[in-house]
């Protein structure tokens, strides 16, 4: 009993103990690189973030146009905060990288498979937030065009677009990056085939007088405007 | 050959063939077979009765007519021997974007008239519309003598037009650039005008022939830099303008993005000029301003306040992306009000379109996006000017659009401020 009490249990326990103390200064070393990127992050971000705002690089950004994107894509709080941001994240993602290879061959091997798969991570996210500023960008078109022609449920429409192109850049993004591969290309060109099926046959059969309406009323809208108002603009 | 030369060899041997002329006279034209007649004959009369002593040629610049506009130039019995008619270079952009006046390619057709004029060394110039009922042999008096006898450099129109006609220019092109360039010029975008050798050379020489200020907005770009770089400026009453329809299909926000994003445009080529300008005082005025019967016309705002409520409700984050937050809830408050009450007073309405020329200057927005977002807040503003305005005459709706100039000039240093960033 007290033989296999020492092979079943003491032995393994022992085992570990002892690689847990040998693997304690990589690990110790590790988190202190991690804290220490941590807040060489936040530091970093700070001074960017300041230094941006002295220089009134906020302006600058909203002449070249950054600001708009940089809105378009989520960030509410002003472009030096954007570059802030980024220049933190960057020495924290440096920090972890370090920390990482800190850990030895197995961290060193996850720190080399990271850098293999970096580009189709990077290129992902490339195509996010490209997708993200052209979602915003033809949404915004969308809403402006269907409330200058007055149609009902502009926003809804408006949306839709919206949708659709955030589908389209994450269906792309996750194909680049190998999850899910093909099937979700080929489930949204079934839901997006389907959708526009379905619509064009209800439009072409159901609704063939509607569709000649709002094709002629679109084509005369300015005159119909002048006409219904009976004012002149130029 | 210079770059402000005729380039187009078959206007070359024309232009030659002419000499030269003391007045040239230009008919920009496409498609106006039903009208273009009656204009060149009017033209010519003009001539011949105000300028017998002088050379005088007339060009047509046609844009590619095909219901037989040049033919019908030459047919019309003349009472000047000297007749040219140019094709004025028609790319397909031209054909496709029909510019707010309706004649494709304006811009190329000015330029060749412009070339030709240079080439005959004309004293002066005149341009008028080839869609014109209204035109008579004195408008040529009226266009070319304060060139030749005064020494103006630049003769804007003058027309009485009904209170409801021409309500962009009413409410944006005519007191934003009155506030900004100091003088009254109540017709900026009239396709009429006069112009002095001297200002014909500097807009050949201007850089801008290629671009879509010269595309879309040729009348206003003209007239801005007449009164920007210093020349001459005056007005000559011209009556009552009747011309065919514009094209049908013109849609209202296409429009405004030309007119507006001309003229916004201009604004930052003229910053220095306009910042240190204050106040405003009258071109002088040609001509006898006699009363002229208007058609009635009958208005409905309904529909227009129908477009403001809903521009203003959906647009409401577009909107809150570049206006200032008072004016986004100023515009909430009109818009949930009972349409009836419907009122963008001036202050209000000159305020919006100063952040929009901020935005459109800081390209906060995409600027098509933006000038097509004004759409629905001009709809609020001409029903809201109709609803002031049902019962008055024409000359207190007129002093209407005088208390809105006024308004854009008191509010002209908060511009320059909010220009400016600060």
Known sequence: MNEFWQRAVLEPLQQLWEQVVNYLPQVSAAVTVLVAAAVAGWVVKQVVYRGLRLVRFDRLADRLGFSAVTEQVGFSRGS?????QCAGGLVLVVGLLLALNALGPAGSDLVLRFFVFLPHLLTAALILVVGGIAAGFFARGALIAAVNAQLAGARLLAGGVRLFIWLLAVIVAMEHIEIGGATLAITFGVIFGGIVAGLAIAFGIAGQDLAREALNSLLKRGAREEEETGVRHL | MGETDIQVPATVQAVEKLGEADIVIGIPSYNNAGTIKHVVRAVS????????????????????????????????????????????????VHRISTPYHGLPGKGSAFRTIFQA??????????????DLRSITPD?????????????????APYYRRHKYDGTITNSIVYPLTRALYGTRVRQPIGGEFGLSAKLLNRLLAKDVWETDVARYGVDIWMTTTALAEGFRVCQVFLGAKLHDPKDPGADLSAMLVQVVGSLFSLMEEHEKVWKNVRGSIPAPLYGFPYAVGLEPVRVNPERMITAFQQGCRDLEPVYGSFLRADLVGELQRLANGQPAELDLNDFVWVQLIHEFAVAYHRRTLDRKHLLQSLTPLYLGWVASFVKRTQEASDDAAEQQIERLSRAYEQLKQSLVERWEGR
Do not use: M
Request: glycine share 6%.
């Open chain 1, 80 to 84: 030096s905060y954007v570059v802030g």
């Open chain 2, 139 to 155: 408008w040529i008096d009226l266009l070319v003598r304060p060139v030749v006898q005064n020494n103006f450099d630049y003769v």
């Open chain 2, 45 to 92: 009369a003009g001539l011949a009765r105000h300028f017998s002593d002088q050379r005088c040629a007339i060009i047509n610049s046609d844009g590619g007519s095909t219901d037989g506009t040049p033919q019908a130039v030459l047919q019309a019995q003349l009472e000047t021997d000297k007749l040219l008619l140019v094709r004025h270079p028609l790319q397909p």
């Open chain 2, 117 to 130: 004029a240079k080439s005959l060394k004309a004293k002066a110039c005149a341009v008028v519309d080839a």
